[in-house]
């Protein structure tokens, strides 16, 4: 006799989903599991799990007689295939498709349930111990910790895996910022490559920066096992990646044994596997997420920032940076042998190099212009001094063979050194580089050169607000840029700066 099996199709209130709550129950306790209307799960009886629970005249699970019309007998050579239907709302279906998100009969009381969580509090100074107060490591009450971390979501301690260069590090400052405003005491770790790790020393948010280049395909596997542990080691509650991750990347967060996993995916069959190992996922509209010029981080932005219970939305902050005084005299020290005052001087950047101190921008790589077309627009600045930036030493004779050896030249490599250099200055003039974004940062007027209009309103949005004069090439090509363009929008950037 061939064996069938029983298909029960229940019913079970659809509820909305909360990212801060991982594993949330279930079902509580007053819940009875065949209640109301709008989702279907369906339960098999002569499954593995459907024998336990359904069979046998001794079945703990009784069908109300209100069901029994919608029982549907399947034998086994029905062509209809049994299915599980998951919440259509839910972010990440493969943690758990039976968890229907969080529960909004549940009443969590006062105690944090609601609003932010508090920055660790500040011991008081002693006036009379020359050090202060004896400086713990920061931390908080562990009698507390979990129920905050679990039932409202804190953070207190973040990392944050970033892909790219130094313009893709600066473009994830807002970012951080973000996370300082909706956590307040988070510590902020940052894991990027050599040249991105350099970016922090402009950002005070960050506690840690480690090199260890998420962008390697084949990393050295002492390396790969001795950083994971180091990680793991530190017991984050968010790891954030901006890498696109594939089951490896993934596998890699999930080693970290961070309760949130946030990481982008690879919009195609690559990303086949990574959503089993990650809490929430992003998936760009191309695989290079430089394309998406400043506001590239967008979907992980939306998703830090959007309102949970009394918490309201929070507003993604501008690019800013700090620069230390240690800096800045290490910098004016260099600009002073290259010939300039201080205000008196403009910034150049932007020449054509093989250097990877070029700065430039993963999603945007036509946006370096040759010496003779600088030295053309160079001659058209007439109260202050154009102060060549090259980013290798090799360079300096071409300068001083092509625009004059009287020219004021200067070496920088370092993002730290470059917005030191801007902040000095009068203004900067420069193609689709880290000095437009820098510029913009320490509110600089400058005059930004892209290969087209669509790349300039990408990486410099809103350019009015920003003292920013975007010009763009009309054939798509840098090299094609026009000249007397840029020269009338120095001649305004001359008198802008003549009445600063």
């Known amino acids: 006799m061939a064996a069938t099996s029983t298909h029960y199709s229940l019913l079970i209130n659809q509820k909305p989903f909360s990212h801060f709550l991982t594993n949330p129950p279930s079902f509580p ?45 399947t034998g086994r050579n029905s062509n209809r295939r049994p299915s599980v239907c998951v919440n259509a709302k839910k972010k990440n279906p493969w943690l758990d498709p039976f968890d229907d998100g969080e529960d909004p009969n549940l009443e ?15 011991p008081p100074d002693n006036p009379n111990n020359p050090y202060g107060f004896l400086k713990f490591p920061a931390g908080y009450s562990v009698e507390i910790a979990s129920i905050g971390l679990k039932v409202r979501g804190d953070v207190r301690r973040c ?68 950083f994971v542990g180091v990680l793991k080691s530190r017991y984050y509650d968010m790891v954030l990646s901006t890498k696109l991750a594939g089951i490896g990347h993934a596998a890699y967060l999930f080693m970290t044994t961070a309760r949130d996993r946030v ?7 690559n990303a086949a596997g990574a959503g089993l190992l990650l809490s929430e996922t992003f998936t760009p509209d191309s695989l290079n997420l430089s394309e998406g010029g400043y ?13 949970f219970r009394s918490v309201p939305r929070q507003v993604v902050p501008p690019l800013k940076v700090s620069i230390s005084r240690k800096l800045k005299e290490v910098v004016e020290e260099k600009y002073t042998k290259a010939g300039v005052k201080k205000g008196r001087y403009v910034v150049i950047h932007g020449i054509q190099s093989d250097s990877k101190a070029s700065m430039q921008s993963r999603g945007d790589p036509d946006s370096l212009l040759p ?6 627009i160079a001659d058209s600045l007439r109260e202050f001094t154009p102060l060549f930036v090259i980013p290798h030493e090799k360079e300096r004779e071409n300068v001083e063979e092509i625009v004059g050896e009287d020219s004021s030249i200067i070496f920088i490599t370092t993002p730290g050194q470059m917005a030191a250099l ?15 974004q820098l510029a913009n940062a320490r509110d600089k007027p400058s005059v930004a050169l892209f290969s087209s ?9 809103q350019s009015e607000e920003k003292k920013c004069i975007v010009i763009s090439s009309k054939t798509g090509k840098l090299i094609d840029i026009d000249v007397e363009a840029v020269k009338n929008a120095i001649q305004t950037f001359n008198l802008s700066l003549a009445f600063a």
């Open 371 to 376: 010496l003779e077309v600088w030295a053309e």
């Open 422 to 436: 801007i902040n000095d200055s009068a203004g900067v003039i420069a193609t689709n580089t880290a000095a437009i």
């Open 263 to 269: 990481s982008y995916v690879y919009p195609n069959v």
């Open 159 to 226: 990392c944050c895996v970033v892909s790219g260069g130094v313009y893709e590090n600066l473009l994830f400052f807002p970012t951080i910022q973000l996370l300082k405003d909706r956590y307040p005491g988070v510590l902020i770790d940052v894991v990027g490559s050599e040249r991105g790790k350099q970016c922090y020393e402009l950002n005070k948010n960050v506690r840690w920066a480690n090199v260890f280049d998420p962008d390697d395909e084949f990393p050295e596997p002492a390396e790969y096992t001795d």
């Open 29 to 73: 306790s007053n819940y009875p599991l065949y209640s109301s209307n709008k989702r279907r799960v369906q339960i098999l009886a002569g499954t593995i799990v459907g024998q336990v629970l359904l069979t046998g005249p001794n079945s703990r699970l009784q069908v109300p007689h209100s069901l029994e019309n919608r029982r549907v007998k």
């Open 108 to 122: 969590y009381g006062s105690l944090f349930s609601d609003g932010k969580q508090e920055e660790d509090p500040r």
């Open 453 to 461: 209009q669509e790349k300039g309103n990408k990486f410099v949005p």
């Open 295 to 307: 506001h590239m981080y967008h979907q992980m932005e939306d998703w830090l920032g959007k309102p």
